[in-house]
C-alpha cells in the first residue's frame, strides 16, 4: 500500500473504530460471592457486587486487604476459588476467551505497571491497537494523542526503563484508554504521581467516561479519586465492610 492509502485506510479505520466505540456503552460487572485463596490467606472472602454501566467505583481499603486480587479475578488475571464473576452476564472468557475479553471489552492499569521492556513508550501503547488489527498510522496517531494527554509528549520515544516512574505510570494509563475499553480496571493509577500529574490522569479517565460511558473499578488511597468516584468501596481483610468513619 502507497503512503496516502495507508493514511487513507487509516482514516477509515479510524472513524469505524470511533463509530463502534460511541455505541459502544459501559460494560456491568456482577461479583456473586467471589473467593480467593492464595495460600493459606483467603484474599478475598465471598464478596458480591453490582457495578452498573458506566458507574465509577472506588475501591479503598489497607495494604493486603483483597484489593488487588479481587481486580484481577474481575480481570479474569485469575479465576476465583468459589462464586462467579459476571461481566455483561456472562463469565469474562466468554467474550471471546480471555485474549478477546482483552482485545475488546477490558482495559488494565496494573499496580506495577508492566510495561514491555523492549518497547518505547509508543509501541507499549500500540499493543492492544495492533491486537485489535488498527492499521499502523491509525495506531500512531492514537498513541501519540494519547501520550500527549497525559503529558509525555517528548518521551515517546523512551523505552520504560528510560522512563521515571510515574511516567511508566502514566504510558501505562494510556496503554489501557488505547481500545476504549468499556471496562477499565486501575490499580492506583495515581499512585507514583504528583498533583498535577494525577489531575491529568484523572481528567483523562473522566474523559473516557464521558466519551465512551465506560465503567470503572479503581482501586485507590487517592481521595481525589473517591471524591469523583459514584461510589467508594472499602475492603478490609478480604471481604468489603462499612467506610471506617461510618
Ligand atoms: N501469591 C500469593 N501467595 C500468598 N498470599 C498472597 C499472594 N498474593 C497475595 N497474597 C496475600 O493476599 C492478600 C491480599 O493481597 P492483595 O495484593 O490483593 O492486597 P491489596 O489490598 O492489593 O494490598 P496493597 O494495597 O498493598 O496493594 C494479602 O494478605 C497478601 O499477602
Ligand atoms: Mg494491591
Same mark, same amino acid.
Given at each position: 500500500?502507497?503512503?496516502r492509502?495507508?493514511?487513507?485506510a487509516?482514516d477509515?479505520g479510524?472513524?469505524?473504530? =470511533?463509530a463502534q %466505540?460511541?455505541?459502544?456503552?459501559g460494560?456491568?460487572? #456482577? /461479583?456473586e460471592?467471589?473467593?480467593r ?23 479503598? +481499603?489497607?495494604s ?5 486480587t479481587? $481486580? ?9 476459588? +468459589? +462464586?462467579?464473576?459476571?461481566v455483561?452476564? #456472562?463469565?469474562p ?14 482495559g @488494565?492499569? @496494573? =499496580?506495577l ?5 523492549? /518497547?518505547?513508550? =509508543? ?8 491486537? %485489535? ?6 495506531r500512531?496517531?492514537? %498513541? /501519540? ?8 509528549? +517528548? &518521551?515517546?520515544?523512551h $523505552? ?6 510515574g511516567?511508566? =505510570?502514566?504510558?501505562?494509563v494510556?496503554r489501557a484508554l488505547a481500545n476504549?475499553p468499556?471496562?477499565?480496571?486501575a ?13 491529568r490522569v ?5 474523559t473516557?467516561?464521558?466519551r465512551r ?12 479519586i473517591?471524591? &469523583?468516584?459514584?461510589r467508594v468501596?472499602h ?5 468489603l465492610?462499612?467506610p471506617p468513619?461510618a
Amino acid at each position: 500500500m502507497d503512503a496516502r492509502a495507508e493514511m487513507q485506510a487509516a482514516d477509515t479505520g479510524e472513524a469505524q473504530a =470511533q463509530a463502534q %466505540a460511541a455505541q459502544r456503552a459501559g460494560a456491568e460487572v #456482577v /461479583l456473586e460471592r467471589v473467593r480467593r485463596v492464595r495460600g493459606s490467606v483467603i484474599a478475598v472472602a465471598d464478596v458480591s457486587m453490582h457495578v452498573r454501566p458506566g458507574e465509577c467505583v472506588a475501591l479503598m +481499603g489497607p495494604s493486603g486487604s483483597g484489593k488487588s486480587t479481587l $481486580l484481577s479475578a474481575i480481570g479474569g488475571l485469575s479465576r476465583p476459588d +468459589g +462464586g462467579r464473576v459476571l461481566v455483561d452476564g #456472562v463469565a469474562p472468557e466468554a467474550h471471546g476467551g480471555l485474549a478477546g475479553y482483552h482485545r475488546d471489552v477490558v482495559g @488494565f492499569i @496494573f =499496580q506495577l505497571h508492566h510495561l514491555l521492556p523492549m /518497547l518505547t513508550a =509508543q509501541g507499549n501503547v500500540e499493543v492492544p491497537l495492533v491486537a %485489535a488489527g488498527r492499521p499502523r498510522e491509525a495506531r500512531r496517531k492514537r %498513541a /501519540l494523542d494519547l501520550l500527549d494527554e497525559v503529558g509525555l509528549t +517528548g &518521551r515517546t520515544d523512551h $523505552l520504560p526503563g528510560e522512563l521515571s516512574g510515574g511516567e511508566r =505510570q502514566r504510558v501505562a494509563v494510556a496503554r489501557a484508554l488505547a481500545n476504549d475499553p468499556r471496562l477499565l480496571l486501575a490499580d492506583e493509577p495515581t499512585g507514583a504521581l504528583d498533583s498535577d500529574n494525577s489531575a491529568r490522569v484523572l481528567d483523562l479517565l473522566e474523559t473516557a467516561r464521558i466519551r465512551r460511558g465506560t465503567t470503572m473499578i479503581v482501586v485507590t488511597h487517592d481521595p481525589a479519586i473517591a471524591d &469523583r468516584a459514584d461510589r467508594v468501596l472499602h475492603m478490609l481483610d478480604g471481604r468489603l465492610v462499612a467506610p471506617p468513619d461510618a
